[in-house]
């Protein structure tokens, strides 16, 4: 199952992308920038120095895929480390990449962009490791390995060097349409732009796209309800780069609570009474968050494609 994908674009004009990337669940340390990313129109996360980025993926399965995208900007260096799992390291001198123990045979440059995936098979005992899609090292994974339910994955920069992120996923092979490896991804953010189902409340005026899709958000905007089951939902006019190859379509949430109670957020993709989709976040927090959520199929459970991309509302519901 395609569990998490992130491509930071929902940071976009951030003055403090520390703070966004907090609220987006990653812990910081140093301080990160935005930067263009691998499609000009997107943005990277950029770690400056030793500045780093760590997030804890949790799956008790038993194959679990980690993808980004890099950029290294004037050194080569460790390209993430995966704890009690794997280090991969790029080598200063010949530019290949190692992993548990093993060597790969691709020249990585600097100053370029590379997709790295690395999967944790614990049937097989095996790590491997795909560069721009292609298996470049095998090797047996560690004992420590097996064990293993929180990943705890860090990557980090170096001094006096620049270290770009971009385009996240995190795979299981519980049931889904995906139960391994699919390769490089390009994400692309799409925001609302026409109103569907309206049962929330805005903080002004009639419509409700228009408050929720700032980038930065701008304060005092936005949509708020504490009646359980109201829904609003809207469409996006984002013409997507690649209909033909439309893997899944995710969605990133700010919110927060205004009590203790125990709202939770549901993230629904579908328009109300039809049929829907939905992840629900019990989670929620009085201080505001990032809740995410990845659709596979359509509402339907049809793959996706520019016509269903274009026709399919999305947006939030008030749970229980």
């Not at 899709?213 to 905007?221: F, K, M, T």
Request: net charge negative; aromatic share 10%.
């Amino acid at each position: 199952m395609l569990k998490f994908m992130d491509g930071f674009d929902q940071l976009r004009g951030w003055s403090d992308v520390t703070d966004g990337l907090t609220k987006c669940g990653y812990t910081v340390t140093g301080t990160p920038t935005l930067e263009e990313g691998r499609v000009a129109t997107q943005m990277a996360v950029s770690l400056p120095d030793a500045a780093s980025l760590k997030r804890v993926f949790t799956s008790g399965a038993t194959k679990v895929v980690f993808g980004f995208a890099f950029r290294a900007i004037g050194k080569r260096h460790t390209l993430v480390t995966i704890k009690d799992v794997a280090t991969v390291t790029w080598n200063e001198t010949d530019g290949k990449i190692s992993a548990a123990g093993g060597t790969g045979t691709a020249v990585l440059l600097l100053d370029l962009w590379y997709y790295i995936e690395v999967v944790l098979d614990k049937t097989t005992s095996t790590i491997e490791v795909y560069v721009n899609n292609g298996l470049d090292i095998t090797a047996p994974s560690p004992s420590s390995a097996n064990p293993v339910t929180n990943y705890e994955v860090t990557w980090a920069g170096v001094a006096t060097a620049q270290y770009l992120l971009d385009d996240f996923q995190f795979i299981d092979n519980q049931p889904g349409k995906y139960t391994g490896r699919i390769g490089p991804i390009q994400i692309t953010s799409r925001l609302p732009m026409v109103d569907v189902d309206k049962e929330w409340s805005p903080s002004s005026g009639t419509d409700h796209y228009p408050l929720v899709y700032n980038q930065p958000p701008v304060e005092g905007s936005y949509i708020q309800s504490n009646t359980s089951g109201a829904m609003d939902t809207f469409l996006s006019n984002t013409v997507i780069p690649d209909t033909q190859n439309i893997l899944a379509v995710g969605m990133t949430v700010l919110n927060k609570k205004s009590d203790v109670d125990n709202r939770q957020l549901g993230m629904v993709m579908g328009q109300k009474g039809s049929t829907q989709k939905e992840v629900i976040d019990a989670a929620l927090s009085t201080t505001e968050k990032y809740s995410y959520a990845v659709f596979e199929t359509n509402p339907a459970g049809l793959d996706w494609n520019d016509e269903r991309l274009s026709e399919a509302p999305f947006g939030v519901a008030v749970r229980p």
